[in-house]
């Protein structure tokens, strides 16, 4: 199995997709740490991820954390690493959306959302990938969202944030891989989670007219194709046939560019005689 042995932390992963990926990596032979807000749910979803266990030498903890605060993430970050060493894999699935017509959002919603959204990304990163780089190998994957290369009514919060992970992917990307650290991002469409069953009850009447259009998957499905986009060592994973579809329209140069960008990056890092 592919996750075997593997040390996993997944933030949000008390419910939709990062409890999905928990549980398909628990049955892969991972040892997986989940953090969330909620303890209760923390620990309902603690159950479901061990029951999915294929060995007797996995290891599963749940850690109630917001990952908003950098002092707080930081600590308990600081505390799983303290009790099972650098993560292989560290999965940012933590995630919050509130849409609504620009003109009537309040601005609390734009910080709450780029906070959790895209500093909550940050945070964990900052943290884990300095030690990762160190060690010359591991895995991170944010989970955006088609929101985030693609503007949707009724999204002004929520896009801004998820855009800002995707800027923030590409680059580190480039930035990790003279160093053997692999970074992916996920571009999911509509899924089935409660968050989504959440965003249903407060969205736009021109939101619910696109989002109509589009095919709902399931957070395994979603699931399912993120692990088997790190298996294949992929930097875009586009769950379904409709998220790749639009991705690819909207993106049609993307691999030119990243083909182009590391050819340069590595010229100039054997100039100065550094890791390529």
Same mark, same amino acid.
């Given at each position: 199995m592919a996750f075997a042995q593997?040390?996993?932390?997944?933030?949000? $992963?008390?419910?939709?997709?990062?409890?999905?990926?928990?549980?398909?990596?628990?049955?892969?032979?991972?040892?997986?740490d989940i953090i969330a807000r909620n303890r209760e749910r923390l620990e309902q979803a603690l159950e479901e991820i061990r029951a999915q266990a294929s060995d007797a030498s996995q290891e599963f903890a749940a850690y109630a954390s917001d990952v908003s605060d950098y002092e707080t993430i930081r600590q308990t970050l600081g505390q799983i690493i303290g009790d099972h060493g650098v993560p292989d894999l560290l999965i940012n699935s933590a995630g919050i959306a509130h849409p609504g017509y620009f003109e009537e959002?309040?601005?609390?919603? +734009?910080?709450?959302?780029?906070?959790?959204?895209? +500093?909550?990304?940050?945070?964990?990163?900052?943290?884990?990938?300095?030690?990762?780089?160190?060690?010359r190998s591991g895995t991170i994957v944010n989970i955006c969202s088609i929101a985030g290369f693609l503007g949707v009514f009724g999204y002004t919060a929520y896009g801004a944030s998820k855009f800002a992970v995707r800027g923030f992917t590409d680059v580190l990307r480039s930035e990790l891989k003279?160093?053997?650290?692999?970074?992916?991002?996920?571009?999911?469409?509509?899924?089935?989670?409660?968050?989504?069953?959440?965003?249903?009850k407060i969205?736009?009447?021109?939101?619910?007219?696109?989002? $109509?259009?589009?095919k709902v998957l399931s957070a395994?499905?979603?699931?399912?194709?993120?692990?088997?986009?790190?298996r294949r060592?992929?930097?875009?994973?586009?769950?379904?046939?409709?998220?790749s579809v639009t991705y690819f329209l909207a993106n049609p140069l993307s691999r030119l560019f990243n083909w182009f960008f590391d050819r340069t990056i590595a010229q100039a890092r054997r100039q100065r005689g550094l890791p390529h």
């Open positions: 593997q040390r996993v932390i997944i933030t949000g $992963g008390s419910s939709g997709i990062g409890k999905a990926l928990a549980r398909q990596l628990s049955a892969q032979g991972a040892s997986v959002l309040p601005l609390e919603v +734009f910080h709450q959302t780029m906070q959790v959204n895209f +500093f909550g990304t940050l945070y964990t990163t900052k943290v884990i990938a300095p030690m990762m780089m160190e060690r003279p160093y053997g650290v692999h970074v992916a991002i996920v571009f999911p469409p509509d899924t089935d989670t409660p968050q989504l069953a959440a965003e249903n969205k736009p009447v021109e939101t619910r007219k696109i989002s $109509g259009n589009a395994d499905q979603v699931a399912s194709a993120v692990l088997k986009g790190i060592h992929k930097y875009v994973i586009t769950p379904g046939f409709e998220s």
